[in-house]
């Protein structure tokens, strides 16, 4: 089932999006309510896709959204002497974690708040993101995959000078407002193909990430079981789960993102979301 959040005559509503992506179900509900165990209720009302605008299918956060650093081998090693100071010597045999502040999160097809003032060095990264629908602490690796409601697509879009200036940290240039899509919904668990998760980024086009998520270094599973270790996961939870190579700071010419670039972040039996790269001024809110 792929679970879509919509605001229809002033109130935000989860929807079910049918299978050729064509229409969308309004439930009496919201996604938030669902993930945390809530009952989805009756559908109701049918309107065709086209005639509504998604919106990030979470907004309500327990937290910073958790993110995972350096989980696919071929960009571990594009970046390699790129990361001024911050390398680490070998591949780090347990998962890198960091987060994200939950303002960064917009929809699938809203504009990423640009501004050159705050940063030059804007970055991609197209992600595969998963949301947690069972509490559980410390959960076993062989039960982790129990514990997820779904997943959907991220872009971990990212500021390279702000996470080089601030020391050895991430946060900064990892959680400026209004920069991270997520979306278009939620594929739940018992509906995605984990063997078949193709992970692509567009800018303008061109194709600068495509990596399948069989490179992964750490899987869903390993993830959640480092993450949850002395640490309790709670239904609601987002994590992403680490980008491949072909991000823009690690190309010969560098490439980053300007006012009125148009982003694409796909993966295979989870959507895309499109993005235009846009000044914060020239930005409106709905
Ligand atoms: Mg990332």
Redesign the pocket.
């Known amino acids: 089932m792929k679970l879509a959040s919509v605001t229809v005559d002033g109130v935000r509503r989860a929807g079910v999006v049918d299978e050729a992506e064509q229409s969308i179900a309004l439930l009496p509900t919201t996604v938030d309510d669902i993930v945390r165990g809530g009952p989805a209720g009756e559908r109701g009302d049918v309107l065709p896709l086209s005639s509504v605008r998604l919106e990030s299918p979470l907004h309500r956060f327990n937290r910073d959204v958790l993110?995972t650093?350096w989980n696919y081998v071929d960009h571990f090693e594009e970046s390699k002497g790129r990361r001024e100071g911050q390398d680490p010597v070998a591949l780090p045999e347990h998962p890198t974690f960091f987060t994200k502040g939950p303002d960064t999160v917009i929809g699938p097809y809203d504009d990423i708040a640009y501004d050159p003032d705050i940063s030059q060095k804007w970055d991609y990264?197209a992600?595969i993101a998963l949301v947690i629908g069972l509490d559980g602490r410390s959960i076993p690796e062989e039960k982790a995959l129990d514990h997820v409601f779904g997943f959907l697509v991220a872009n971990?879009v990212?500021q390279r000078d702000l996470q080089r200036a601030h020391g050895g940290q991430w946060l900064k240039g990892k959680s400026l407002d209004a920069t991270m899509p997520l979306g278009p919904w939620i594929t739940t668990a018992d509906s995605a193909d984990l063997t078949e998760m193709q992970v692509q980024c567009e800018v303008n086009g061109v194709l600068l990430q495509n990596a399948s998520s069989a490179q992964m270094a750490f899987s869903f599973a390993r993830i959640i079981a480092e993450l949850s270790h002395g640490m309790t996961l709670r239904a609601g939870d987002v994590i992403?789960t680490?980008?491949p190579s072909g991000i823009g700071n690690a190309r010969e010419p560098q490439i980053f993102l300007r006012d009125g670039d148009v982003v694409v972040t796909r993966v295979s039996g989870l959507g895309e979301l499109r993005n235009t790269v846009t000044l914060t001024d020239k930005l409106t809110r709905s």
């Open positions: 993110c650093g990264e992600e971990d990212s992403l680490g980008t």
